[in-house]
């Protein structure tokens, strides 16, 4: 389970970051909401994440916070997982779900585990980490925690978890880019 803020996980250990990741992952997902840890209902998740069921809720695609080319946005999305080999399956969430952004940190930070002993793949992999926390992540969980207009208090500390645990990892890979 994740803890509110950040400092419930090491984030010196790739594997506790990459258990978070998941975890937070899931919790975006319908199904992982209604059964995680923060219990949101189905109406509650709908209402408080699904614009095309509720008209104020906030969407947990990247796409609709941002001013740019969304064709541009899939197209930078999908070069970052086929690089690591990962494709999208039929009917699976869009590429700029905030479910498929955490899950894809996950995938990294479980390799970024299994690269100790391997510095230049491990730095090829924090490499990627930084780019896609800082151009996509941090950015998605920012509109979304700043858009959120649930009044459903489980909805707000699932965003403001995934905020607390995104924004020490910005630090975190922030640093590493810094030296």
């Given at each position: 389970?994740?803890?509110?803020?950040?400092?419930?996980?090491?984030?010196?250990?790739?594997?506790?970051?990459?258990?978070?990741?998941?975890?937070?992952?899931e919790?975006?997902?319908?199904?992982?909401?209604?059964?995680?840890?923060?219990?949101?209902?189905g109406?509650?998740?709908?209402?408080?994440?699904?614009?095309?069921?509720?008209?104020?809720?906030?969407?947990?695609?990247?796409?609709?916070?941002?001013?740019?080319d969304?064709?541009?946005?899939?197209?930078?999305?999908?070069?970052?997982?086929?690089?690591?080999?990962?494709?999208?399956?039929?009917?699976?969430?869009?590429?700029?779900?905030?479910?498929?952004?955490?899950?894809?940190?996950?995938?990294?930070?479980?390799?970024?585990?299994?690269?100790?002993?391997?510095?230049?793949?491990?730095?090829?992999?924090?490499?990627?980490?930084?780019?896609?926390?800082?151009?996509?992540?941090?950015r998605?969980?920012?509109a979304?925690?700043?858009?959120?207009?649930?009044?459903?208090?489980?909805?707000?500390?699932?965003?403001?978890?995934?905020?607390?645990?995104?924004?020490?990892?910005?630090?975190?890979?922030?640093?590493?880019?810094?030296?």
């Open positions: 389970m994740i803890a509110a803020d950040a400092l419930g996980v090491d984030l010196a250990n790739p594997a506790e970051r990459s258990a978070a990741y998941r975890a937070l992952a919790a975006f997902t319908y199904a992982g909401a209604t059964t995680g840890p923060f219990r949101i209902s109406p509650e998740y709908n209402d408080a994440f699904d614009p095309g069921i509720c008209e104020g809720a906030c969407s947990l695609r990247e796409a609709a916070h941002i001013e740019e969304a064709s541009a946005l899939f197209e930078e999305l999908m070069r970052f997982y086929t690089f690591f080999g990962l494709e999208r399956e039929e009917g699976a969430e869009m590429p700029d779900h905030l479910s498929v952004e955490l899950e894809f940190m996950h995938f990294l930070t479980h390799l970024e585990s299994q690269l100790a002993d391997r510095p230049k793949d491990l730095a090829s992999v924090q490499l990627a980490q930084h780019d896609f926390v800082t151009r996509h992540v941090a998605l969980v920012k979304v925690r700043g858009n959120l207009k649930s009044s459903c208090e489980s909805c707000a500390r699932l965003v403001e978890a995934c905020d607390d645990f995104v924004s020490a990892e910005l630090a975190l890979v922030k640093q590493r880019a810094d030296g």
